[in-house]
């Protein structure tokens, strides 16, 4: 029975060795998607194998092995479920961490690294961000000089406006002053123009009409214009046309003189300061017309 016992375990640890052995050996299955390190697999294995005693771990097999005998004989030790469990999770932490531990570990890595260029990214960012402000300090830095020196220009100019505003209105007034003159000499020109017009008109009409009907007066006329034209009348002849319109304006002004009574002045002055007051009225003028006096008077 502890041969056959001795024969078990003997196979079991030399499955298990060679189990370990090819599991010992990551060259083999491991796959790494980076440059070969032989140096530093050099330097892994002799610390590896470097076990402080000089003894090499393989011989830990067969005192194993002669150790488990009389431990499962003498039942010092009961394996069951829980040591199954075990095993089977030290195999697999095992075959974990020779298969798949770096290329887990480059997992990490590549996470790490894309966390550390995001952050990095960040406070590039955030560098340049404060770098900006910086220079924009720098150069709002003089902000209170240059609003003072703002605002006493202000000062300056609203002093120099309110000077201007006290001269301008004496400006302006004058402007419309002379532009009311200049309408008052338009208008009393036009008035002595149609006035003109229509005294001619009405002394024509009237000299026409008494040459028409005195026979006496045309013959003078005509007497006078054969005179003029043969040059025998002599400076001394006088124009009977001439002396007839001297004649109706004698008339008409002593006419005029003895009928007039101001109203029609008066009706022409009204109609007049009317006028100029419409005027002054839509142009937003400084004064108006007393229409009882005609003095301007200021409105402002």
Known sequence: MFRVAATTLAKRGLSRSSTGSRLAVPSVCNFHHSAPRFEEKKEEAAVADDSGSGISPLFAIPVGVAAAVPILQFQWYMPNEETLLASTF???????????????????????DAMLKAQNEAEDEVISKLEETVEYMKLTENIVSDYKDV??????????????????????????MEKMLNMIA??????????????????????MKEFTTNDEMKKAALDSAM?????KGGKAASDPVQAAFVKFFADKAKAAKA?????????????????????AE??????????ATGKPKMVV
């Open 186 to 207: 338009v208008e009393e020109q036009s008035s002595y123009e149609k006035a003109k017009l229509a005294m001619m008109s009405e002394a024509t009409a009237a000299v």
């Open 90 to 112: 030290l195999g697999f932490c095992v075959v974990a961490y020779t298969q798949g531990g770096q290329l887990i570990a480059n997992s990490f890595k590549e996470e790490s």
């Open 151 to 176: 605002y006493d220009l202000t000062e300056a100019s609203y002093a120099k406006l309110n000077e201007a505003g006290k001269i301008k209105p004496q400006h302006d007034l004058k402007a419309q």
């Open 227 to 231: 005179a003029k034209l043969t040059g």
């Open 259 to 279: 009928a007039d009574d101001g109203s029609e002045e008066k009706a022409a002055r009204a109609a007049m300061l009317a006028k100029m007051n419409a005027i």
């Open 282 to 291: 839509n142009e937003k003028m400084y004064f108006r017309f007393d229409e």
